[in-house]
């Protein structure tokens, strides 16, 4: 029977203390998101690079997933695909400039061979900008490949429209494991910190912020063959 993380979510929300902030408290985290000037790798495949910001201009080359690039500038020009609201940036690639919409750049990228057997693994999350605050869904905007194989989070969502908003993320490397720490509130506006923690053993360890382990799950059998393998 397919683990249903919404449970799992409801019971953090149902244990944890939960402390209230006012709202425009929390709007403020994240608030306009934008990338600085830096190297990043991309969290989509078949990104393309135009000589302008603009997808009707001319594309210069085609990007591969977990390409990295070099940030130069955002160019405050935003637009919105598939949910994600973003801005265009000014970027270089090898010898190439030009310009990609950063709803395909990962925010933060971890690099880390998890089990130890050689292969890189991927751990990388990105922002969705909506018209009010900076958000990311667990099923969409949080990818990990590990042995070249996409852990999806979506097929451990029985219910993908979950009623949270997450407003926060980071990744930290500890003990031959991987934390996602989250952040995230609820229509209740109440913020809830959430730790899922990847273990070399290939399984997801669900915790609160007391670090209380609430449900343990193995990856094996939401692990997707990549499309770039």
């Given at each position: 029977?397919?683990?249903?993380?919404?449970?799992?979510?409801?019971?953090?929300?149902?244990?944890?203390?939960?402390?209230?902030?006012?709202?425009?408290?929390?709007?403020?985290?994240?608030?306009?998101?934008?990338?600085?000037?830096?190297?990043?790798?991309?969290?989509?495949?078949?990104?393309?690079?135009?000589?302008?910001?603009?997808?009707d201009?001319?594309?210069?080359?085609?990007?591969?997933?977990?390409?990295?690039?070099?940030?130069?500038?955002?160019?405050?020009?935003?637009q919105?695909?598939?949910?994600?609201?973003?801005?265009?940036?000014?970027?270089?690639y090898?010898?190439i400039?030009?310009?990609?919409?950063?709803?395909?750049?990962?925010?933060?990228?971890?690099?880390?061979?998890?089990?130890?057997?050689?292969i890189?693994?991927y751990?990388?999350?990105r922002?969705?900008?909506?018209?009010?605050?900076?958000?990311?869904?667990?099923?969409?905007?949080?990818?990990?490949?590990?042995?070249?194989?996409?852990?999806?989070?979506?097929?451990?969502?029985?219910?993908?429209?979950?009623?949270?908003?997450?407003?926060?993320?980071?990744?930290?490397?500890?003990?031959?494991?991987?934390?996602?720490?989250?952040?995230?509130f609820?229509?209740?506006?109440?913020?809830?910190?959430?730790?899922?923690?990847?273990?070399?053993?290939?399984?997801?360890?669900?915790?609160?912020?007391?670090?209380?382990?609430?449900?343990?799950?193995?990856?094996n059998?939401?692990?997707?063959?990549?499309?770039?393998?």
């Amino acid at each position: 029977m397919r683990t249903n993380l919404f449970m799992v979510l409801f019971s953090i929300l149902i244990c944890s203390n939960i402390f209230g902030q006012d709202l425009n408290e929390i709007e403020n985290i994240h608030l306009n998101f934008s990338f600085k000037p830096g190297n990043y790798f991309l969290i989509e495949d078949n990104v393309k690079v135009y000589s302008n910001p603009d997808i009707d201009s001319q594309v210069l080359l085609t990007l591969a997933m977990h390409d990295e690039i070099s940030l130069l500038e955002d160019v405050h020009n935003t637009q919105t695909f598939d949910g994600v609201r973003s801005c265009w940036y000014r970027i270089k690639y090898n010898q190439i400039t030009g310009y990609i919409w950063g709803g395909g750049i990962a925010v933060k990228t971890v690099l880390y061979d998890i089990d130890k057997n050689g292969i890189v693994d991927y751990f990388q999350y990105r922002i969705a900008n909506s018209e009010s605050r900076n958000y990311l869904r667990i099923d969409k905007d949080i990818v990990i490949y590990i042995n070249k194989r996409r852990i999806c989070f979506e097929s451990l969502i029985e219910n993908p429209s979950i009623d949270y908003w997450y407003t926060d993320c980071d990744f930290e490397e500890e003990n031959n494991s991987v934390n996602i720490f989250l952040s995230f509130f609820e229509k209740h506006n109440s913020i809830i910190d959430v730790v899922l923690q990847i273990t070399m053993d290939g399984e997801i360890v669900f915790k609160d912020r007391k670090q209380s382990t609430l449900e343990v799950i193995n990856l094996n059998p939401y692990a997707e063959r990549s499309d770039t393998e």
